[in-house]
């Protein structure tokens, strides 16, 4: 089994500055981790729900608490930002958009668009 | 003829040759779960707030239970390609890293079970 080295690396964090690209990718990964932890919520609220009603609003209670709420929020703007950046990646593979000023452009967009269809999703669900 | 040592292949360094069928089912569930997911996000949010019957009766139609099923099973796969990128980039320890992907790989898989089960058996009339 090879074990990791004791070579030096060159510096990276150290000495990039942050770029829209770079933090957009790496928002891209944490968002997608952050929703794998949610969806054990929802795995956990479906098997709630099949159990009956008691076991279906103590999840709902938790849900609505205010601890809940915010988690909910959090991953609502995580799954619309990894959606739209999702998106952007699809059309990267099909070879479109890679220059430098569309890669920008489609960034800011990937932005505006998450927190637009994050606000209209709870929106809907406040109604 | 190949240039690597016999050393190295024993060691299983170089390419693994290996990563096109991972890329290509990221891709694959990614497409599958655009609609997917705006399609349950906007039901969830329609439904937020209702008591314990209303849901089950959300959930008892044959269109939603199917199109849930493949929602999960799209998410779960699509969630498990992703984190083993993620370990496979970030834990440098041989083993360590074997026995986090195998502990992700068994987690989603069961917790697809269990959520694909609590809807089958919803929408299949156990109350």
Not at chain 1, 78 to 93: E, M, P, Q, S, T
Not at chain 1, 103 to 108: D, I, R
Request: proline fraction near 2%.
């Amino acid at each position: 089994m090879s074990q990791a080295s004791n070579r030096p690396l060159s510096p990276h964090l150290q000495v990039y500055r942050p770029q829209l690209t770079s933090i957009l990718s790496i928002t891209h990964r944490a968002s997608g981790v952050f929703l794998s932890l949610g969806s054990v919520a929802l795995a956990c609220w479906l098997i709630a729900a099949a159990m009956g009603a008691g076991e279906y609003a103590a999840v709902n209670g938790l849900a609505a608490a205010w601890y809940g709420q915010v988690l909910l929020a959090a991953w609502s703007y995580a799954l619309f930002y990894h959606l739209c950046n999702g998106i952007r990646h699809l059309a990267w593979d099909t070879g479109w958009g890679l220059d430098l000023r569309t890669t920008y452009v489609t960034g800011y967009a990937v932005v505006v668009v998450s927190v637009l269809l994050t606000a209209a999703a709870w929106l809907i669900a406040l109604a | 003829m190949s240039i690597r040592s016999p050393l190295a292949r024993a060691r299983g360094l170089g390419s693994a040759k290996d990563g096109v069928g991972h890329w290509w089912a990221q891709r694959v569930t990614a497409v599958a779960l655009v609609p997917l997911t705006l399609w349950f996000v906007t039901s969830l949010a329609a439904h937020v707030g209702q008591d314990h019957t209303a849901v089950m009766a959300w959930l008892s139609s044959p269109v939603v239970a199917v199109a849930l099923v493949l929602y999960l099973a799209a998410l779960f796969y699509h969630s498990q390609l992703g984190l083993q990128v993620v370990v496979e980039d970030y834990v440098h320890s041989e083993s360590l890293k074997l026995v986090t992907l195998l502990v992700l790989q068994f987690a989603n898989i069961a917790l697809a079970a269990a959520a694909i089960f609590a809807v089958l058996s919803i929408a299949l009339g156990a109350q």
